[in-house]
C-alpha cells in the first residue's frame, strides 16, 4: 500500500493550505481558522493533566514513585499540571473547536484516562457533558504497578465516541467490539506516545477521507492516517513536537518505500 498524497479535495474549499502539514500553534486558535464542517473524523490523546494528582506518583516534579517517568518533566511547552477547573474549562473549548470545523457526518475519537482523585473516581465526565457522546471504547493496554492499596490497578483507558448526528461506522467496522486490546507504544522519545495500531484502529473504523489531530505530538494519527490511505492535518503547540513528527512521518514513508 502506498501512502495517499495530500491534494485538494474540491468540495472543500480552503483546505489546500492545511492538508498533509504539522501546523505549529495553538490548536483552538487554528481550528477557528478553518472552514466550518471541513473535517470527517478527529482522533486524538489531549495531555491529561496527570501531574495535577492528588496521588504522588508525578506530583512536584519529583516522579514520587516512578522517578524515571518520562512525564516527570511534563511535554514541551506544557507542565500537564493545570488547576483541575481550568484545565476542564480548556478541553471543553477544545472539543467546541473541534465540532465547529467536524463534518455533519463526523465524529471524534477522544482518548482519556480516568483515575481516582481523593478516594473517588474521576471519569471526565466534567470535560464531555453536553457532547454528543455516542459510545466509550475501552483500550485495554499493559497494567504498571498500583503502589495505593485503596483501589484495583487500572489497565485500560477509555475513547469516548462523539459524533455528529449523520455519522455512521465503515461497513462491518461494529463487529469488531468495543474493548481493544493494544499495547502501549514503546521506543518513542515522545513522553506520552498514542499507539499507532490504536490510531489506525480509529481511522478505518469510519469512511473519513480528512482525519484531524489538534495535539499531533510524535505524529502517530499522520502516520496511521496514510497508512490507511486518508488525508490528515496535525496541529501541535510545541515546535519540538511538530519537528518529532515531522521526522517520524518522513522516516515512516521511507520504510514503507523499502517495503514495498
Known amino acids: 500500500m502506498e501512502f495517499k498524497e495530500a491534494t485538494l479535495d474540491t468540495s472543500r474549499p480552503g483546505l489546500s493550505s492545511w492538508l498533509g502539514k504539522v501546523h505549529h500553534g495553538d490548536c483552538i486558535e487554528l481550528m477557528n481558522q478553518m472552514p466550518e464542517a471541513c473535517i470527517d473524523l478527529i482522533v486524538t490523546s489531549p495531555p491529561y493533566n496527570i501531574k495535577n494528582s492528588t496521588g504522588n506518583g508525578l506530583k512536584n516534579g519529583s516522579g514520587g514513585k516512578w522517578p524515571q517517568a518520562e512525564l516527570i518533566r511534563g511535554y514541551a511547552n506544557h507542565d500537564d499540571a493545570m488547576p483541575h477547573d481550568v484545565y476542564v474549562a480548556w478541553q471543553r473549548d477544545c472539543l467546541h473547536a473541534m465540532m465547529r470545523v467536524l463534518s455533519e457526518d463526523g465524529a471524534i475519537f477522544y482518548n482519556h484516562k480516568w483515575r481516582v482523585q481523593a478516594g473517588l473516581l474521576q471519569d471526565r465526565q466534567d470535560i464531555v457533558s453536553g457532547f454528543p457522546v455516542r459510545q466509550i471504547v475501552i483500550w485495554q493496554r499493559n497494567g504498571g504497578i498500583n503502589f495505593n492499596p485503596g483501589y484495583i490497578l487500572p489497565t485500560y483507558e477509555v475513547i469516548y465516541l462523539i459524533a ?14 468495543d474493548v481493544w486490546r493494544i499495547p502501549q507504544e514503546t521506543k518513542n522519545p515522545h513522553p506520552a506516545p498514542f499507539p499507532l495500531a490504536l490510531a489506525q484502529k480509529c481511522i478505518e473504523s469510519t469512511k473519513a477521507e480528512i482525519v484531524l489531530d489538534p495535539f499531533i505530538g510524535s505524529g502517530t494519527t499522520a502516520i496511521a492516517a496514510e497508512k490507511s490511505s486518508r488525508q490528515w492535518i496535525g496541529m501541535d503547540i510545541s515546535e519540538e513536537y511538530c519537528e518529532l513528527a515531522r521526522r517520524r512521518i518522513r522516516s515512516a514513508r521511507e520504510l514503507l518505500r523499502e517495503r514495498i
Open 164 to 177: 455528529k448526528p449523520k455519522f455512521r461506522l465503515a461497513p462491518k467496522a461494529n463487529a469488531q467490539g
